[in-house]
Structures are given as C-alpha cells and as structure tokens.
C-alpha cells in the first residue's frame, strides 16, 4: 500500500518429469544421461538431504554400506587454490568440490567442482580483474546492477605457473580477488593421507550424521496411480508444470505438498487431526486405496555432495527392489535450487509402440526440480 516491497523478484521455476526406472541398475557404475539420474549429478552443492519411507521399509542395518561423507570449513585465499602443492594434489590429479561464503547475487562469490573454477563478480571487480568472462543474465542486485561470471578449467595443460592463462588468474587473485573467505570443502575421493595440503590452513572437520524422525500415525495417499503419453507429454524431457495435463498437474503438485509437509513435521497430515477449517484447508489426498501408517524420515545436513546422494539413491532402490514400498529423498541445494525424487512400486505405464496401445507394470519416479527464475 506504501509501494515498499513492491520490487519485482524472480520467481522459483518447477518442473515436474515422470518415466520408468530400468529394471536393473550397476550400483558401481550407474547411469549418467539418463532421468533421474542426471538431475542428482548436476547438483554439485546441496545443504539438507532428506529421505522419507514407510516405518516397516526402515530397520536397523538400512544404511550399512553407506559411505560417510566427510568435509571441512576452512578459511584460505582465492589465490590458495593455485599454490603448487594444493592445485596437483586436489584438483589436476583429485576431485574436490569448493564453495565460498557470500549472498548470491550480491557479494563476490567462488565455486569449484570437476575442476572448473567459477567466479560470481560484480561489474566493478570485473574490470578490475581483467579476466575473460560473460554477463550473468540471471543475477542481478536490487539495484539492477548486472553481474559477470568467470569459468576457468584449472585441469587444462595451460592452467601450470609460467603460462599465461595461469599467470592472468594469479596476477587478478593478487591484486583484485585478495582476502580469505570461508569455505566449504570436500575431498570426494576421501585422500586421508598425511599431510595434506588444506591441513595447513587448520580446516574444521565435520562428519554429517543422520537425524531419524518417527511420525505418529498419519494419513498416507496411494503413490500409485496410472500413467500414460496422455498424462505426461514427454516421459522423459522435463516440461514445465504449467504446460502438463491438468489432472496430472493437480497429483504432481499434491504429491509435492503433501512430502514437504512430511519435511516439516506437520500435524495436518495426522490421523487425529481436527484443525477448524476456517485456519486451514489442508486435507491429505485421500483415495479408496489411501492408508493410515507411521512414516520414517532421515535428514542428513551438511555439505553434501552429488556423488554421496547419488549412492544414498542406488542403496534405497537396491533395498526396496523387491519391495512394493514407496519411498522419496528430497535435496535442498545452495543457491535455491533443489529436486524432490518419489520412486513409485509397480506402476501401470501405458503408451503406444508401433501404432498399437500397450502397457506394463513398472517402477516408475516422478521428479521435481526447483529453480530459481532469471
């Protein structure tokens, strides 16, 4: 009413995909192109993992094999990263994933994952820098001010003391990118060898454990309905859910609704709730097939990297294969982005091959990705 606040902000996307998951999956060497893994490879910075699943799927030795990923804050030098001794041991011959403290899309801000080196600056600091970037068409401050990215592969031949892409880096951290930040660090390959190179820095390690939350009795719909070409256009593209059928449309998002408030603990979703209508209109998606049960919900938080939930993901599917349970895992990612998984047992799929209809029971997911709007 006082025009205060009224700046326009970029609203978060959501885009919904459904398809059938492969019947047999390598745990050593899964898919990479394929939905939904894919989605779990591309976020390389995640902060919470959440995985929800009935109470009779969970026991005691559920998690046995499951890798314990560790990582570290540290406060160092952009120009820390191109110290001999740092570059060869984590980044030309390791894997190590990096992120700097800093609001995005205000401060200055780094990331390194697979090697490539981004840097988020302002206009200012870019000219400064003198290195070779592009403008950032999905950042800007509240001033309107626009912002530039720099990605340098530091794995290149080039990228070694003496060349000149690597002396340019050097000369602009001396000069223009000095100061410490903090960082988040991880070593994927988990070199714990002696010494290392961020040992110097006196880096704080912390070891994420798992949070386990029994619900009471709650109200559960039935992950189970039938899917075919007419309910998803593309079974396999991402579109936006905006653009789906809207019967589909309508379960992707109760289904959605109805996890994050499993997330957040809600009473709505309790067997002996009776909250007036007039605070809240919430009801459970409730079906002839819809039952009343106690969940289970493990939260990892911590740095948490895309390799890690992509083994969390395999061992779920592997333990539940032969299960008729549902289960989801929920990944909140920096810079707000993050996806939502639900694996669905038994699924009629049906669609048409050769002119002629057909359908086939199957596992089958259904993926949700969240971004935030350009």
Not at 347 to 358: D, S, V, W, Y
């Given at each position: 009413m006082l025009g205060i606040g009224e700046e326009e902000r970029p609203s978060s996307k959501c885009y919904v995909t459904c398809g059938a998951l492969q019947s047999y999956i390598n745990r050593e060497q899964p898919p990479t192109k394929k939905q939904p893994y894919s989605t779990i490879r591309s976020n390389h910075f995640n902060h919470t993992v959440e995985l929800i699943l009935p109470e009779q799927a969970h026991h005691d030795k559920f998690l046995e094999g499951l890798s314990r990923i560790k990582y570290c804050t540290v406060i160092l030098s952009l120009e820390a990263l191109l110290e001999r001794d740092f570059l060869t041991t984590y980044i030309k011959n390791g894997n190590i994933i990096m992120l700097s403290e800093g609001r995005v899309g205000i401060d200055n801000t780094f990331r390194l994952s697979d090697g490539l080196l981004r840097l988020s600056l302002d206009r200012e600091t870019y000219e400064r820098a003198g290195l070779v970037g592009k403008p950032d068409g999905s950042a800007k401050t509240k001033r309107g001010k626009s912002r530039w990215v720099v990605e340098i592969n530091l794995r290149l031949p080039s990228m070694v003391h003496g060349k000149k892409g690597y002396q340019r880096l050097l000369r602009a951290c001396e000069n223009v990118l000095?100061?410490?930040?903090?960082?988040?660090?991880?070593?994927?390959?988990?070199n714990e060898s002696s010494p290392n190179p961020i040992d110097c820095h006196h880096p704080t390690h912390k070891l994420p454990q798992p949070e386990l939350l029994r619900t009471p009795l709650v109200r559960v719909p039935r992950?189970?309905?039938?899917?075919?070409?007419?309910?998803?256009?593309?079974?396999?593209?991402?579109?936006?859910?905006?653009?789906?059928?809207?019967?589909?449309q309508e379960r992707a998002i109760e289904y959605y609704e109805y996890l994050n408030l499993v997330c957040m603990e809600s009473p709505r979703i309790v067997t002996t709730d009776a909250i007036d209508p007039f605070l809240s209109r919430y009801n459970v998606p409730v079906t002839e097939k819809s039952v009343d049960a106690r969940l289970v919900r493990l939260r990892w938080k911590g740095f948490l990297p895309a390799r890690w939930i992509a083994e969390l993901w395999m061992m779920t599917l592997s333990s539940l294969a032969s299960s008729s349970d549902w289960f989801s895992l929920i990944v909140s990612g920096f810079e707000g982005r993050g996806f939502t998984i639900l694996r669905q047992p038994?699924?009629?799929?049906?669609?048409?091959?050769?002119?002629?209809?057909?359908?086939q029971r199957c596992d089958t997911y259904l993926l949700w990705e969240v971004e935030e709007g350009p």
């Open positions: 000095k100061g410490s930040v903090q960082w988040l660090f991880c070593d994927l390959d988990q992950f189970d309905f039938e899917m075919s070409s007419s309910d998803a256009p593309t079974l396999s593209k991402a579109v936006e859910m905006s653009t789906v059928e809207k019967d589909f038994q699924t009629t799929l049906k669609g048409a091959r050769e002119g002629q209809q057909h359908q």
